[in-house]
């Protein structure tokens, strides 16, 4: 069975990717993403799954800084 991806999920952290695009709006006149304004660090794309690449957005915390950096930290 195909992993089921959530496409409003951050494929490195597995937090929300506030993704206006994915929430359902293709009309820019309507949501500007986050993402149209900031520089996506090559690391981070580097660092998706090749399951996961081209199915979700990153968070905008991982898309500008180092992945293994913006992982959040494992709950007790």
Known sequence: M???I????CPLCGERNGCCY???SSDPAVFECWCK???VEPRALAQIPPSRRGQSCLCPR???SNPQEAKPAAKS
């Open 22 to 24: 994915q929430a359902g």
């Open 2 to 4: 195909a992993e089921q």
């Open 37 to 39: 304004e900031v520089r």
């Open 62 to 64: 991982c898309a500008q």
């Open 6 to 9: 959530d496409p409003g999920q």
